[in-house]
């Protein structure tokens, strides 16, 4: 493969490459900032028909949803293979002819 085709096909692979990583970054990032966001209605603080109160079905055998993983942590595993594939690509141009 002549060295002019395979720079070509390397910068359009790590464009897309980079096109995606951003793409999982920015969305990892905005949930961050949703979840930071604070909400001025709480449905815990109105009333519901009946009295009833806002709690679990305790008469049921169903487990709970398991709680969302922090934001934090999911930029921070957003960021980790986009280090690994900045490194990966700077090794392939490094090797290219």
Known sequence: MSPSIAHALFWTCAAACAAGQGALIWSAIRRF???????????????RRNRERWSPDRRTDQQPAPAEAPAVRELVWALVPAIGLTLLLAATWAALP
């Open 33 to 47: 900032e949703r979840s930071s966001a604070t909400y001025e209605e709480d449905r815990r603080a109105t009333e």
